[in-house]
């Protein structure tokens, strides 16, 4: 058995491709197998790969139909023999002590899953960014780096980043978990929740180990029909809470991830396709107005506006005219408001964080003084039953008689 199985989907990246290959053929952790999934390329993509397996007999090809990217990493993971899987996409890359101090961490602390951190490369700008909370957990405040915990011990489980590239995955684990991606776009945060709620040991290492490339035609960001999964994600998301039996507690969280995420990808799509997503909003937002209550549930007012009109409109041109201001400076409005709430939301999980780290020191001091006069107390008694014990204490006890 090999050490880590990196799983790489690849599909049309030819351009991308050999940065990637050669951010994992030259890791310093050798024992490795290097599972690549050719998902019906019709570009460069498999000349490359075939290029790099004749010169390193760690890779393994498998070719299958265009069937997309979470068929692809099911297919890896048939065929995965090492004692842990990573992986990473082939427009991305690593840096190349990743397995090695992800293995290394996994090992020590018994992980079901090592989070790590990632950074954006932004391609049309060529440069990085390291700031993005979900990739830096910097949103759940440093606390959780290096040691164990559970989705039990997160105040926000959702800004948790649901990338399956940024942990390191303890295989006996997803085998007993058995838990596989879903055919359809977005297929990650299926993958992740239903992972997440189940493992009993997560961690996260600090290091920025992943470079993720943002670039305009890649799935998330082109606003192809790709986005259409967006609803169907969606409600994977809500469907793994009710299996697990935690929706009516974080009702309210699932709902706001949901409509919010859906009203983006509505303004994200591209118009030739907003009519045809809007139908299928409309007829989404049917089912789930059951499970909230406009008065009380927090989220509410975030979605009002624009699930009023979409209710109330018979149809698309009916729902452009029902809205009185520009759709998109109203969710931009929105946005603001949300990021607003989010960053005061953030500041007060810090503020919290360090007033623990206060007391955390102050009663580090308390023990420490506390430990000095026991030691004190110790050497008294210690001091009196030498004195009780003494031959001068012994003769000059009739002199201490009461009189």
């Known amino acids: 058995m090999v050490k880590i199985s990196i799983i790489v989907p690849v599909y049309n990246t030819g351009h991308y491709l050999e940065q990637c290959l050669d951010s994992i053929i030259n890791q310093t952790l050798e024992d490795i197998e290097i599972i690549c999934v050719n998902d019906g390329s019709t570009d460069n993509s498999l000349s490359i790969l075939e290029e790099y397996a004749n010169n390193d007999d760690r890779i393994k090809i498998i070719n299958q139909e265009n069937k997309g990217q979470g068929f692809a990493r099911n297919n890896g993971l048939k065929n995965a023999n090492g004692e842990y899987i990573l992986f990473v996409d082939s427009d991305d890359w690593i840096e190349l002590n990743t397995c090695e101090v992800l293995y290394k961490k996994a090992n020590v602390l018994d992980t079901d899953m090592l989070f790590f951190c990632a950074a954006r490369y932004i391609e049309d700008e060529d440069k990085y960014d390291y700031t993005f909370k979900d990739y830096n957990y910097s949103s759940l405040g440093g606390k959780f780096w290096n040691r164990i915990f559970t989705y039990k011990d997160v105040p926000n489980i959702f800004k948790v980043a649901v990338s399956a590239c940024l942990k390191l995955y303890n295989t006996d684990f997803l085998k007993k978990s058995d838990v596989h991606f879903p055919n359809n776009f977005f297929e990650d945060n299926f993958f992740f929740y239903s992972l997440f709620l189940k493992a009993e040991k997560l961690s996260i290492v600090e290091n920025q180990f992943y470079n993720r490339r943002i670039r305009d035609d890649s799935t998330t960001q082109s606003g192809g029909r790709a986005f259409m999964d967006s609803i169907i994600a969606a409600n994977q998301i809500i469907d793994v809470f009710k299996d697990n039996g935690l929706f009516e507690q974080y009702k309210n969280q699932l709902l706001r991830k949901k409509f919010n995420s859906n009203i983006s990808r509505f303004f994200g799509i591209d118009d030739s396709l907003k009519e045809e997503y809007w139908g299928r909003l409309k007829e989404d937002f049917e089912d789930y107005r059951k499970y909230y209550d406009e008065e009380k549930d927090s989220f509410y007012y975030i979605i009002v506006d624009f699930y009023n009109n979409l209710i109330k409109s018979k149809n698309y041109q009916e729902f452009l005219e ?43 001091e308390l023990k420490k003084e506390n430990d000095h006069l026991n030691e004190e107390i110790n050497e008294l008694s210690k001091f009196k039953r030498d004195v009780l014990n003494s031959r001068s204490w012994r003769i000059t006890k009739p002199f201490r008689r009461e009189k």
Do not use: F, P
């Open 322 to 364: 029902s809205e009185s201001v520009n759709l998109k400076n109203r969710h931009d409005n929105i946005k603001e408001k949300y990021e607003s709430l989010d960053k005061e939301s953030h500041n007060k999980i810090n503020a919290l964080n360090e007033k623990n780290k206060d007391l955390e020191e102050e009663y580090e």
